[in-house]
């Protein structure tokens, strides 16, 4: 089993960022593709952006390209999320997801951690 422990959310006012962070531990071997979804009450998990921990290719959904940038370091098997110019619709429960690569991790991760809030201000 990998577990996945993510850090970094919280209140921030439309316009400002925030740093996420998932550090995966346990079963990681295999495990090449990081990523992150996000949901909102009463609506399905949506993918937000995705990372090749070994090649460093990046997925990101339409909504938050060009805003958000995810990065990844291999050797700690932990990913980031930079996220810049927040509005009030990006206001959710992130969660981290991993899985063997980064497409995998965009239709299917097989680990989720527990989510962390971010809250946008408007």
């Known amino acids: 089993q990998v577990q996945l422990a993510e850090s970094g959310g919280g209140l921030v006012q439309a316009g400002g960022s925030l740093r996420l962070s998932c550090a995966a531990s346990g079963r990681t071997f295999g495990m090449n593709g990081m990523g992150w979804y996000r949901q909102t009450p009463g609506k399905e998990r949506e993918f937000v952006a995705a990372?090749?921990?070994?090649?460093?290719?990046?997925s990101y959904s339409d909504s938050v390209k060009g805003r958000f940038i995810i990065s990844g370091d291999n050797a700690k098997n932990t990913v980031y999320l930079q996220m810049n110019s927040l509005k009030p619709d990006d206001t959710a429960v992130y969660f981290c997801?991993?899985?063997?690569?980064?497409?995998?991790?965009?239709?299917?991760?097989?680990?989720w951690g527990q989510g962390t809030q971010v809250t946008v201000s408007s």
């Open positions: 997801a991993a899985g063997s690569a980064r497409v995998s991790v965009k239709i299917a991760p097989d680990f």
């Open positions: 990372i090749s921990l070994s090649g460093g290719s990046t």
